[in-house]
C-alpha cells in the first residue's frame, strides 16, 4: 500500500483547475505516465457545459447488450448529469449475472470503487477492480476475483476498453477522488431496462433476477441521483429507510420505507412501463415470438413474498456469514 499512498498525493496535487488542466492537455508528452495522464480538453469543456467540475463526484453505468460505458458526473444540484459514453471494446460470457470463478461471466449488479481499487501498474494498460463480489452476491455463494475494467480491448470476465479510453476513464475517476469522493458506484445491467427491453428476455432464466436490477436502475431514471444500495432477504434494495434496523445480506429485509420525492414519480414510471411492457409482449405474440402467456408481469406482486428466485450457494449457511468470502484485497492485473 504505500505505493498507492504516495499515488494517491500525486494525484491530489495534480487535480488543478480546469484552464491549467487545458493547458496541460494541450502540452502532453510521451513523458507523462499514462495513470497520470490530465483530462482532456474536451472533456473539461463537456464538464463546463453540463455545469460541473473535475472534481465532482461520478458515476458510472454499464449495458452489455449495447457495449455501452456511462459517466455521469455530480452538479451543483445533486443530480447527475452524462458527461460521456464509451464503446465497450470487448466483454465476456453472455447476458446474465456472474456466478463463480473461471464462468468468463462479466458481472450484473450493483458495485463501489474505492482509491485502493485503481491499478495504475496494470499489465492491461490501466484497471480498476468494480468490486466483485459484492454483498449480494457473497450471501449467495458466488465467487470469482479481479473483475476489472481495463484497456487491451481483450476480456475473461472484464469490461474491457480501448487504451485511449481507459486513459479518459482513469483520470476522471482519479479526479473525482482527489475530489473527496471516497467511492462511486458502477451498476452494470444486461441491457437498457426499458419496457420493450425486458418484454424481449421476458423468458429468459435471468429475468427475476433483471427485475431486481430494473428497480435500482427506475430509482435512477426518475430522480438522477445515485441509489442508496442495501441488500438484505438475499436481494437488493434501494432508497430504504428503515430508522436504524440493519439490513443483513442473509437475513429478512426490516419494515422500511421509500421516501415520497422518490416513491411518487416511481410509482407513476413504473405504471407507464408496465402499461408499455404489456403492449410489447402483445406485439412479441402477436408476431410468433413469444408464446402467450409466457411472460411474467414486469413487476412482482408485494403480496407474492419474499423473492425466492435466488438460493445460497453450496457450501453457504443462510442463517450466518460463516464460509463468505472476506473483501477482495487490491487487484494486481
Same mark, same amino acid.
Given at each position: 500500500?504505500?505505493?498507492?499512498?504516495?499515488?494517491?498525493?500525486?494525484?491530489?496535487?495534480?487535480?488543478?483547475?480546469?484552464?491549467?488542466?487545458?493547458?496541460?492537455?494541450?502540452?502532453?508528452?510521451? *513523458?507523462?505516465?499514462?495513470?497520470?495522464?490530465?483530462?482532456?480538453?474536451?472533456? %473539461?469543456?463537456?464538464?463546463?457545459?453540463?455545469?460541473?467540475?473535475?472534481?465532482?463526484?461520478?458515476?458510472?453505468?454499464?449495458?452489455?447488450?449495447?457495449?455501452?460505458?456511462?459517466?455521469?458526473? =455530480?452538479?451543483? $444540484?445533486?443530480?447527475?448529469?452524462?458527461?460521456?459514453?464509451?464503446?465497450?471494446? +470487448?466483454?465476456?460470457?453472455? %447476458?446474465?449475472?456472474?456466478?463463480?470463478?473461471? $464462468?468468463?461471466?462479466? /458481472?450484473?449488479?450493483?458495485?463501489?470503487?474505492?482509491?485502493?481499487?485503481?491499478?495504475?501498474?496494470?499489465?492491461?494498460?490501466?484497471?480498476?477492480?468494480?468490486?466483485?463480489?459484492?454483498?449480494?452476491?457473497?450471501?449467495?455463494?458466488?465467487?470469482?476475483?479481479? %473483475?476489472?475494467?481495463?484497456?487491451?480491448?481483450?476480456?475473461?470476465?472484464?469490461?474491457?476498453?480501448?487504451?485511449?479510453?481507459?486513459?479518459?476513464?482513469?483520470?476522471?475517476?482519479?479526479?473525482?477522488? @482527489?475530489?473527496?469522493?471516497?467511492?462511486?458506484?458502477?451498476?452494470?445491467?444486461?441491457?437498457?431496462?426499458?419496457?420493450?427491453?425486458?418484454?424481449?428476455?421476458?423468458?429468459? +432464466?435471468?429475468? #427475476?433476477?433483471?427485475?431486481?436490477?430494473?428497480?435500482?436502475?427506475?430509482?435512477?431514471?426518475?430522480?438522477?441521483?445515485?441509489?442508496?444500495?442495501?441488500?438484505?432477504?438475499?436481494?437488493?434494495?434501494? *432508497?430504504?429507510?428503515?430508522?436504524?434496523? =440493519?439490513?443483513?445480506?442473509?437475513?429478512?429485509?426490516?419494515?422500511?420505507?421509500?421516501?415520497?420525492?422518490?416513491?411518487?414519480?416511481?410509482?407513476?414510471?413504473? !405504471?407507464?412501463?408496465?402499461?408499455?411492457?404489456?403492449?410489447?409482449? #402483445?406485439?412479441?405474440? !402477436?408476431?410468433?415470438?413469444?408464446?402467450?402467456?409466457?411472460?411474467?408481469?414486469?413487476?412482482?406482486?408485494?403480496? *407474492?413474498?419474499?423473492?425466492?428466485?435466488? @438460493?445460497?450457494? /453450496?457450501?453457504?449457511?443462510?442463517?450466518?456469514?460463516?464460509?463468505?468470502?472476506?473483501?477482495?484485497?487490491?487487484?494486481?492485473?
Amino acid at each position: 500500500m504505500a505505493f498507492w499512498h504516495s499515488f494517491r498525493r500525486v494525484a491530489v496535487r495534480v487535480a488543478v483547475p480546469a484552464a491549467a488542466a487545458a493547458f496541460l492537455s494541450s502540452c502532453q508528452t510521451t *513523458d507523462v505516465p499514462a495513470y497520470l495522464a490530465p483530462i482532456t480538453t474536451a472533456l %473539461l469543456q463537456q464538464m463546463e457545459a453540463i455545469g460541473t467540475t473535475p472534481i465532482a463526484p461520478i458515476y458510472v453505468r454499464v449495458f452489455k447488450e449495447e457495449s455501452v460505458f456511462e459517466i455521469w458526473k =455530480r452538479r451543483p $444540484d445533486g443530480t447527475y448529469a452524462l458527461l460521456k459514453t464509451y464503446a465497450i471494446c +470487448a466483454w465476456s460470457g453472455e %447476458l446474465g449475472p456472474k456466478i463463480a470463478e473461471g $464462468d468468463r461471466q462479466a /458481472p450484473e449488479g450493483f458495485y463501489s470503487v474505492g482509491p485502493a481499487q485503481l491499478n495504475p501498474n496494470s499489465s492491461y494498460h490501466l484497471s480498476f477492480n468494480i468490486g466483485y463480489p459484492n454483498t449480494f452476491d457473497r450471501s449467495l455463494g458466488r465467487t470469482g476475483s479481479n %473483475l476489472m475494467v481495463h484497456g487491451a480491448c481483450s476480456s475473461a470476465g472484464c469490461y474491457s476498453m480501448t487504451d485511449e479510453s481507459v486513459e479518459e476513464i482513469y483520470a476522471v475517476v482519479r479526479e473525482a477522488f @482527489a475530489g473527496g469522493q471516497r467511492q462511486f458506484q458502477i451498476h452494470a445491467f444486461p441491457f437498457r431496462m426499458t419496457p420493450q427491453n425486458m418484454a424481449r428476455h421476458s423468458t429468459n +432464466a435471468h429475468f #427475476a433476477f433483471w427485475q431486481m436490477l430494473k428497480e435500482g436502475y427506475d430509482h435512477f431514471e426518475v430522480t438522477r441521483t445515485v441509489p442508496e444500495v442495501e441488500v438484505c432477504d438475499f436481494r437488493y434494495v434501494f *432508497d430504504a429507510q428503515s430508522g436504524g434496523e =440493519r439490513f443483513e445480506p442473509t437475513r429478512p429485509c426490516p419494515a422500511y420505507t421509500i421516501p415520497d420525492r422518490i416513491a411518487f414519480p416511481l410509482e407513476a414510471q413504473r !405504471a407507464a412501463d408496465a402499461a408499455a411492457y404489456d403492449m410489447a409482449v #402483445a406485439a412479441l405474440v !402477436a408476431s410468433g415470438t413469444l408464446s402467450a402467456g409466457a411472460s411474467p408481469p414486469l413487476f412482482r406482486d408485494p403480496m *407474492d413474498g419474499p423473492l425466492t428466485a435466488f @438460493a445460497p450457494g /453450496p457450501g453457504i449457511d443462510p442463517t450466518t456469514t460463516a464460509g463468505i468470502p472476506a473483501p477482495l484485497p487490491r487487484p494486481t492485473p
